[in-house]
């Protein structure tokens, strides 16, 4: 790689199409790193990001080059590079990264209109979340960890329905139609960026209950890239093997359909990668203590902190279920690389760091 400078902040990208659980995921991120993420103070309250002690996010959707009404006239949707602007997203980000505070532009998804920039100050963590974070390769180069939320198209159905129809009172036909309108730019823009992520929960129907769609049990990938720096995958039983477990008898409740973890090497677009898998979901979530414990490489400080970070957070979307335990895992692996690069720097301070 190049050699560049040693800033202090480290950059994480989060991908994934709106509605697939990414804010989901950025509370359980920041609850590990201590703390939830707050709107920056006395700003413009339709801003998109969270400012934590060690952590700042930000929406990409903040870099669309044209609001709602000039999508509407060009006709291009917001998964469209044409709507966003990627050289500012690159200037912004690569700026952060060094260590020089930015003035952000702010998307405003209640007018749909661009309003005037906020203040962003470099901080330790920066994540960037959206739809293109690892799309530009300007932008790519500057993560130093990167995540794609894989939500398979029944999946994402089921929980559009769930949303639209039950909390925005939309039809099921005007659900089916914004799905099938966004298809051709996900599958063009979005969706080729799960090649690059270091991580990927792919989000699947059960494979226990035969013929199921109905989304509510849920099979949960963790595929994890072999070889990056400061990320060692997290295993089952024995690292390297093929790995089938069935943890439903004395010490796990479980209830039908079960639960089914499955682990073992594989390969993701040609990259050598571990697979994490867990099928079905938790009765207790005080019991995930012995899900828990068989598996090694987790990055955790105490024993038991899985366990209690599911406990706190109950009440999310996916906390019975692989999404919820996998995104917990990541979160303890990215703060893992958070300290292992910050102590690479402090051992090494004035030198230029190869990457
Ligand atoms: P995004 O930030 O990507 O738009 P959110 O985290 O706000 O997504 O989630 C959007 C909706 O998707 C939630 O309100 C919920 O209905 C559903 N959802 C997200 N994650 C899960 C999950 N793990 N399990 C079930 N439903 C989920
Ligand atoms: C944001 C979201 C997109 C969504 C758009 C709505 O940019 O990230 O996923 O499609 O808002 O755009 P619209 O043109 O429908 O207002």
Redesign the pocket.
């Known amino acids: 790689g190049e050699i560049r400078c040693s800033g202090d902040t480290i950059v994480i990208g989060l991908a ?10 950025m509370r359980r991120l920041t609850s590990v790193f201590g703390g939830a993420g707050e709107p920056p103070k006395g700003g413009n309250p339709d801003s998109n990001t969270l400012i934590s002690d060690t952590t700042t996010v930000i929406c990409l959707d903040d870099y669309h080059s044209l609001d709602r009404t000039g999508r509407k006239v060009e006709g291009v949707t917001a998964l469209d590079p044409r709507a966003n602007n990627f050289d500012l997203m690159y200037e912004q980000v690569k700026a952060l990264k060094d260590g020089i505070a930015v003035d952000k532009p702010i998307y405003n998804h209640v007018s749909g209109l661009l309003d005037p920039p906020e203040l962003i100050k470099p901080p330790k963590i920066l994540v960037i979340e959206g739809l293109h974070p690892m799309y530009d390769e300007r932008v790519r180069d500057l993560l130093d960890f990167s995540i794609y939320l894989d939500i398979s198209n029944d999946v994402k159905f089921a ?1 559009k329905i ?2 639209d129809m039950a909390e925005r009172g939309h039809s099921l036909e005007s659900i089916k139609a914004s799905i099938e309108a966004r298809k051709p730019d996900f599958d063009a823009y979005i969706d080729p960026q799960k090649q690059y992520a270091d991580a990927v929960i792919e ?1 699947l129907p059960t494979q226990l209950i035969p013929g199921d769609n109905e989304g509510k049990v ?1 099979r949960v990938k963790l595929i994890m890239k072999e070889g990056v720096k400061y990320f060692s995958p997290v295993y089952l039983f024995d690292e390297g093997s093929t790995v089938s477990w069935i943890p439903c008898g004395r010490k796990l409740t479980c209830s039908y359909p079960g639960i089914k973890f499955s682990y073992g090497p594989d390969s993701y677009f040609g990259h050598e990668v571990s697979v994490l898998e867990m099928d079905g979901q938790f009765d207790r979530l005080d019991e995930l203590i012995y899900v828990e414990s068989h598996l090694s490489n987790i990055s955790t400080k105490f024993y038991g902190e899985i366990t209690q970070q599911m406990l706190k957070h109950a009440d999310f ?2 906390s019975n ?1 692989g ?2 335990l996998f995104q917990t895992i990541v979160g303890l692996k990215i703060r893992d690389l958070f300290e292992q690069i910050m102590a690479s720097k402090a051992s090494a301070p004035l030198e230029a760091t190869k990457t």
């Open positions: 994934a199409d709106s509605g697939c659980g990414k804010s989901t995921f929980w769930q949303r989000v849920l979307p996916g279920n999404t919820g």
